[in-house]
């Protein structure tokens, strides 16, 4: 029985034991060394001594005996400082063995947000698994791992005999239940203070599965990981290459700023499935990276994902023209319902203009639409809107095994998010509110339209900021379009990425878009558009622009 992430790898052990499942730069993998630095990790873990203290106050740590036959402390939170190295996710893995959940921590952030999160957070210890080693960024009194030193010393050791590194593993995973948690995510909260979004191993578990019947993924998949480990967007990358017994290969973070490298890198290491930010792909097709593809290895992609923001049409045109025969899907969902929720498979060139649908629900997950007021918040007493009703906008909730456990050491903003449907017992199945507003096209298909804050009063209309950003998008010489509402000023900030001053041209073109009131009142033009930790536009940093 799948209870557990770790079955699928103790599978892939027994069946590939030397084939190569993680690699980056300096490393690499087999399945089998990748079960025996896990289970080798986690007894770490268990037999850390001060891993026996109890915490004073709220949240104390309690005697796991109760979750399974030994007396180990479990679901309790372990941190990972990260980095872009396979050591950071047999991390990962190592913690799910010690039937605690993991807890990925970028060193580059602020400290002040770090503290936060530590403090949110009280894990019972931290792993590093940073290549530099070091001073840490934010001190705090818990034990600490060296991945690294504790890496190096066990491949010296060499790999224990399959059979005993089996009877280890599941010695270790036998009192792990699915609905424990796997890992915790934290994303920005409304209140300033980051939410840590908690994520079950069933959930993990029917995402791969969900995936594996949409898109059928091989054993010689290959996925090329764009994303940071403290982004749910990686969660698709490691789960899904291990549910097909396939490799992850960890693209350098620097080859997105060099994208003639990037394009042999994915080509040298034979990359055939990305699953990439939006912002990745549009890296690419703003320097036109792809016109002056050289590789002595041709790059063979056979799927092209994308998710995290709107996808300009532009973009994945471009992409399309240079790969014919892989398949395009735009995917959609926050990371409280486990990654994504919804797909859509590209069915050829699109026009500039078009919207790309954010399609249907995977398998066992159900996504629907219930009625908003003119605020864009969802009324007390919504109606489900049917696909039928085209045009109309509704907020997106999901429901489903993929909705996660709320937010941890949050219970009031879980409970906020977290509801049950208008109208049903609390007993039944929760949904997730994602809060943002969707659409049924003429074809009955599921449209994004915007975040439900991301709508404005303006002149006396209720303006969505993302129906003028679809509109500048969908200009040909414009890279990226983000716009801004400046309350204070009662104007719409429009910041464009281009070569040069293109306030007049783009002028003329949305005279014929758009009313003349939801039109910007100032352009600024970028060089670059900046971008958040998680590869999305900024909208913080282009705000203190403005």
């Given amino acids: 029985m799948k209870n557990s992430v770790m079955y699928m790898l103790e599978e892939n052990a027994e069946r590939c034991p030397g084939k190569t499942a993680l690699a980056d730069e300096q490393r690499r993998l087999t399945y089998l060394q990748y079960l025996d630095m896990s289970v080798a990790l986690a007894e770490e873990i268990i037999h850390n001594p001060l891993m026996n203290r109890v915490d004073a106050g709220e949240g ?14 479990r679901c309790r939170p372990i941190g990972v400082w990260i980095d872009r190295n396979i ?105 300033g203070v980051p939410k840590g979004v908690l994520v079950a191993h069933r959930s993990v578990i029917d995402l791969t599965e969900a995936f594996a019947e949409a898109f059928g ?20 990358d490691i789960y899904n290459a291990l549910h097909c017994c396939g490799t992850v290969e960890i693209v350098p973070h620097r080859m997105f700023v060099m994208p003639a490298m990037l394009m042999e890198y994915l080509a040298v290491r034979r990359i055939n499935t990305i699953i990439w930010a939006v912002s990745a792909l549009r890296i690419v097709s703003d320097l036109r990276a792809l ?9 063979a992609l056979r799927r092209v994902m994308f998710s995290g923001e709107v996808m300009p ?61 003119e605020d864009g918040k969802t009324l007390p007493d919504a109606r489900i809107i049917p696909s039928r009703e085209h045009d109309v906008r509704g907020e ?3 429901e489903g095994t993929g909705v996660a456990l709320g937010y941890w050491n949050n219970p009031e903003r879980t409970a906020e998010s977290f509801t049950a449907k ?45 129906e003028i950003e679809a509109a500048l998008n969908a200009i040909g010489f414009i890279d990226v379009a983000c716009c801004i509402y400046d309350q204070k000023r009662e104007k719409i900030v429009c910041f464009y990425q281009a070569e040069k001053d293109m306030r007049r041209e783009i002028i003329a073109a949305l005279s014929e878009k758009l009313p003349k009131y939801m039109r910007p009142n100032k352009y600024i033009q970028v060089k670059t558009m900046p971008l958040n930790a998680h590869a999305k536009i900024d909208r913080k940093q282009l705000r203190e622009m403005m």
């Fill in 60 to 73: 104390d740590l309690e005697d796991a005996g109760a979750a399974g036959d030994d007396s180990r402390v």
């Fill in 217 to 236: 993924f091989e054993e010689d998949s290959v996925f090329g990981n764009q994303a940071p480990f403290d982004f749910d967007v990686s969660v698709k």
């Fill in 87 to 191: 050591l950071s996710i047999a991390a990962f893995m190592g913690i799910a063995y010690s039937g605690n959940f993991y807890v990925p921590l970028d060193p580059a952030l602020p400290a002040g947000r770090l503290s936060v999160i530590l403090d949110e957070l009280r894990p019972l210890m931290l792993l590093d698994a940073r290549e530099t080693g070091g001073e840490l960024p934010v001190q705090i009194d818990v034990p600490v791992t060296d991945v690294r030193e504790f890496f190096d010393k066990r491949m010296e050791e060499g790999t224990q005999d399959l059979s005993e590194v089996l009877s280890a593993a599941k010695a270790l995973r036998s009192g792990i239940i699915d609905t424990d948690p796997l890992y915790a995510i934290f994303t920005s909260g409304s209140t």
């Fill in 396 to 398: 997106i909730c999901v």
């Fill in 313 to 373: 049409v532009k973009c994945v045109n471009y992409w399309m023209k240079f790969f014919p025969d892989a398949v395009f899907v735009n995917l959609y969902g926050p990371t409280e319902i486990t990654c994504n929720c919804t797909y859509h498979v590209l069915e050829g060139e699109y026009k500039p203009d078009s919207i790309l649908p954010i399609g249907r629900a995977f398998p066992n997950t159900r996504v629907f639409l219930l009625e908003t007021g």
């Fill in 291 to 299: 016109d002056k593809m050289e590789t002595s290895v041709p790059v």
């Fill in 422 to 466: 208008n109208g049903e017992p609390a007993t039944l199945n929760k949904i997730y509110r994602t809060g943002d507003l969707g659409y049924y096209n003429s074809r009955g298909i599921l449209c994004f339209a915007a975040r439900a804050d991301n709508q404005i009063k303006h002149m006396g209309h209720r303006i969505e900021l993302g």
